[in-house]
Every structure is written in structure tokens, then in C-alpha cells.
């Protein structure tokens, strides 16, 4: 049985090579230095990792709760929504992928930034990923922007968190 749990310090090597399985995806700005062992570090350091590992202890996805200054900067975010957080770093293995996973990952960030107290969750998407897209407008994601960050063009995706995702 696959279980969501958060990473740990032992998880590292796993979660980076599951990060370097995403480079040359379409749409995906990563590269051989992002995300690397910085953002894991940074991310363990806050409990804000977590890992989705299958029935033999393999970590097949990963989520962050991210705190990037230049997207919380954004003004397109709903005043009436703050305090918000951004979810990032989401990956799924490649066999794994087009099984709904990154939908249950995302779905457990969501529960996570509800229990903390955050009233709604952000997250950018490539414009032209349109795939990602029709995910994010089926689990009632809003668009409210559009910026350029990271030489990428993204569209800005917002929702309100209530209990039940």
C-alpha cells in the first residue's frame, strides 16, 4: 500500500534522483542544479518535504510547501485569502505518472496547509502546459495572473482551503 509521509534526512539521494527524472520533461524549467540538495536541505529543515513512498518503501512522488519571496510577492493572490502558502516541487516517477498521484499529493499538501491555519494555497504553472492545467481546473483551482519568473511564463493558480479537499 503507497502512504504520504514527510521526508527525512535519509531520503535525500532518493528524492534527488526522483527531481532529476523530471529534466527535459516539456514545460518543466528544471535543470542539473534545480531543485538539488539546497531545496531538499531547505525543505527538510521546515518539515515541509513530503514523500509518497509504494508498497516496498520507494518514493515515487514528492510535494514542498515552498517559500519562494518572489512568488508570496505576487500581487495577484486574494487578500481575503492570506495568510497562503505555495505548493512546488511536485514530481512523480515516470511509471508512475498519469495514475493520479500528483492529484493525491497535492490534495495532502492541501490538508497539511489547512491544519497549519492557511486559508488558501498558490501555485504556478507553465502557460503552455496544458496537461498541468486542466489538472489544476479540475481539483477548482482559480486562475488570478499571469507573471514571468524564472524565465518561464506562468500562470498564477489559487483556492481556498476548506477541510475536505
Not at 502512504?3 to 516539456?26: F, H, M, N, P, S
Not at 492557511?118 to 502546459?129: G, I
Amino acid at each position: 500500500m503507497r502512504a504520504i509521509v514527510q521526508a527525512e534526512e535519509k531520503d535525500k539521494e532518493e528524492i534527488l534522483r526522483l527531481y532529476k527524472t523530471q529534466l527535459g520533461r516539456e514545460f518543466c524549467p528544471w535543470d542539473e542544479t534545480y531543485p538539488g540538495e539546497k531545496e531538499i536541505e531547505f525543505d527538510l529543515s521546515r518539515d515541509a518535504l513530503f514523500v509518497m513512498k509504494d508498497e516496498k518503501g520507494k518514493i515515487i512522488a514528492s510535494i514542498s510547501i515552498d517559500e519562494d519571496e518572489a512568488v508570496e510577492k505576487l500581487e495577484c493572490w486574494t487578500p481575503e485569502l492570506q495568510p497562503g502558502k505555495e505548493l512546488s516541487r511536485l514530481a512523480v516517477a515516470p511509471d508512475y505518472q498519469n495514475h493520479g498521484l500528483a492529484r493525491e499529493m497535492l490534495q495532502y499538501g492541501m490538508q497539511v496547509l489547512y491544519s497549519q491555519g492557511y486559508k488558501s494555497v498558490h501555485f504556478l504553472v507553465n502557460r503552455y502546459n496544458m496537461k498541468a492545467l486542466r489538472s489544476y481546473a479540475a481539483l477548482n483551482f482559480q486562475t488570478v495572473g499571469e507573471c514571468e519568473l524564472y524565465d518561464q511564463p506562468f500562470l498564477c493558480y489559487e483556492k481556498a482551503l476548506i477541510q475536505a479537499q
